[in-house]
């Protein structure tokens, strides 16, 4: 089975803090994503990644940026956390056109 | 870009009931549907998807789904529910596999 595993379940930062959350997966897959789920908004792409140093914007990249320096792992950047970052966020991975696979998701608060 | 619509954001049902999850989505093209299930602080779970083939398929834990082109529909289904199917579904499309398309999600309850 396809294990993704993100770093922390739940965070607590302070606003201006840079925060990073971490996101590995084991079955060398080629995408991988992070999202925020809002209550009411779904699931809304952030960014995401076709190749190791290779991303894309998603719908609402702004406040954000990533890293994939290796294949398995994909990090999300807070440059500098807000109060409206509080959120849910999920990463995922997948290979072709099967479904993604998702971690369990950090619980992310923003005092 | 693809849009997916739940039109309920929340379904009771009583439990054995049987329950319809309804999902639309905007294109036409050929494209890759999925449903997901979410429980309470988890990630999101895969419970079928269609790639190709035949057009009703079968997940995990009794649900089905059935790919109707002409109607741009996906709706979920399963003929009796339980107490542990509590949770929220998401619909998902992709019509190029690195790029999916999330419905807002519905949010089933299931009364003893």
């Known amino acids: 089975d396809v294990k993704v595993t993100q770093s922390s379940r739940y965070l607590v930062k302070r606003t201006g803090e840079k925060v990073f959350l971490e996101c590995v997966q084991d079955m060398d897959h080629e995408n991988m994503f992070w999202y925020r789920q809002d209550p009411g908004l779904g699931l809304r792409l952030i960014y995401f990644?076709?190749?190791?140093?290779?991303?894309e914007k998603g719908d609402i990249p702004e406040g954000y940026s990533v890293s994939r320096e290796k294949k398995e792992r994909f990090s999300l950047i807070l440059e500098s956390a807000s109060t409206n970052q509080t959120s849910m966020y999920l990463c995922a991975s997948t290979i072709g056109y099967q479904p993604q696979h998702f971690g369990d998701g950090t619980r992310l608060s923003i005092l | 870009a693809q849009s997916v619509t739940q039109l309920d954001s929340q379904v009771p049902v009583f439990e054995e009931a049987p329950v319809e999850l309804r999902c639309n989505y905007s294109s036409s093209v050929s494209v890759y549907l999925f449903w997901y299930v979410q429980y309470p602080n988890q990630g999101l779970q895969l419970l079928l998807k269609?790639?190709?083939?035949?057009?009703l398929v079968k997940g995990i834990n009794g649900f089905e789904a059935e790919f109707n082109k002409s109607q741009t529909s996906f709706h979920l289904r399963k003929p009796s529910v339980h107490i542990s199917d509590t949770a929220e579904y998401f619909c998902?499309?992709?019509?190029?596999?690195?790029?999916?398309?999330f419905g807002t999600g519905t949010s089933l309850t299931v009364i003893p």
């Open positions: 998902a499309v992709s019509a190029s596999g690195n790029q999916f398309y």
């Open positions: 990644s076709y190749d190791v140093k290779m991303k």
């Open positions: 269609y790639l190709s083939g035949s057009t």
